[in-house]
T-cell receptor, first 112, second 112 residues
Framework: GQNIDQPTEMTATEGAIVQINCTYQ??????LFWYQQHAGEAPTFLSY????GLEEKGRFSSFLSRSKGYSYLLLKELQMKDSASYLCAVRERGSTLGRLYFGRGTQLTVWP | EAGVAQSPRYKIIEKRQSVAFWCNPISGHATLYWYQQILGQGPKLLIQFQNNGVVDDSQLPKDRFSAERLKGVDSTLKIQPAKLEDSAVYLC??????????FGPGTRLTVL
C-alpha cells in the first residue's frame, strides 16, 4: 500500500499563487496524479507525473521528485472557482491494474 | 463524449436495509472502478473490473458488499445489510486500460 500525506487546509487570496505539497511512501511507484474536487462533485483530473520534473498546464503546474517521494501542485492567478479539495493519488509500480491510492485531500479556500 | 453516469445521486436508508447503485462507464473503457469516499477523506478503492472480470476486490467488505459487471459495460454495487458506517459517497470511475481514471458524479448514501 501507500502512505500519502498532504495538508488538510490552505487559504489564499484571488490572484495569488499557492503550492500544495504531497509526500508519499511506497514500495513501488508508477505515477502520481492530481485531482480537483468541488464540494458535492466528482474528482476531475488535473495532472499526471511519472518522471521527475515540472509539468505545466495553463495556470496549473505539477512537480515530482521520485527520490524524495514528493510532489507539489502549483496554482497561479488564483480565482474564486479554484476553491475546492485537491487530491494527490499515487499509482503502484509494476501493476498493470492502474490502482490509485488517494491522500485525504487539501481543502483550498480562495478569498476575494 | 458522455462521461461516467451514476444513479441514484442520493439515497437515504435505515440500517440493515439493502441498497444498490448503478454505473455506466465511458463508452469503450474496459476498466471500471468503485470507490468509497467518507466525508473528509480521499476515495478508497472497493473493487476494480477489467471487462467483466474482477481484478482487485481486496478492500471490499465481502460479507455485506457485492458488485457485478455481467456484460462488461454497466456495473452495480450492492450493500446488504447496510451499517451506519457505510454512509459515504460511492464513486464510479472508468479508464482505458491503466490510463487516467474519469469519475462519475457519485451516489451520496446516508444510513440512519
Amino acid at each position: 500500500g501507500q502512505n500519502i500525506d498532504q495538508p488538510t487546509e490552505m487559504t489564499a487570496t484571488e490572484g495569488a499563487i499557492v503550492q500544495i505539497n504531497c509526500t508519499y511512501q511506497t514500495s513501488g511507484f508508477n505515477g502520481l496524479f492530481w485531482y480537483q474536487q468541488h464540494a458535492g462533485e466528482a474528482p476531475t483530473f488535473l495532472s499526471y507525473n511519472v518522471l521527475d520534473g515540472l509539468e505545466e498546464k495553463g495556470r496549473f503546474s505539477s512537480f515530482l521528485s521520485r527520490s524524495k517521494g514528493y510532489s507539489y501542485l502549483l496554482l497561479k492567478e488564483l480565482q474564486m472557482k479554484d476553491s475546492a479539495s485537491y487530491l494527490c493519488a499515487v499509482r503502484e509500480r509494476g501493476s498493470t491494474l492502474g490502482r490509485l491510492y488517494f491522500g485525504r485531500g487539501t481543502q483550498l479556500t480562495v478569498w476575494p | 463524449e458522455a462521461g461516467v453516469a451514476q444513479s441514484p445521486r442520493y439515497k437515504i436508508i435505515e440500517k440493515r436495509q439493502s441498497v444498490a447503485f448503478w454505473c455506466n462507464p465511458i463508452s469503450g473503457h474496459a476498466t471500471l472502478y468503485w470507490y468509497q469516499q467518507i466525508l473528509g477523506q480521499g476515495p478508497k478503492l472497493l473493487i476494480q473490473f477489467q471487462n467483466n472480470g474482477v481484478v482487485d476486490d481486496s478492500q471490499l467488505p465481502k460479507d455485506r458488499f457485492s458488485a457485478e459487471r455481467l456484460k462488461g459495460v454497466d456495473s452495480t454495487l450492492k450493500i446488504q445489510p447496510a451499517k451506519l458506517e457505510d454512509s459515504a459517497v460511492y464513486l464510479c470511475a472508468s479508464s482505458s486500460g491503466t490510463d487516467t481514471q474519469y469519475f462519475g458524479p457519485g451516489t451520496r448514501l446516508t444510513v440512519l
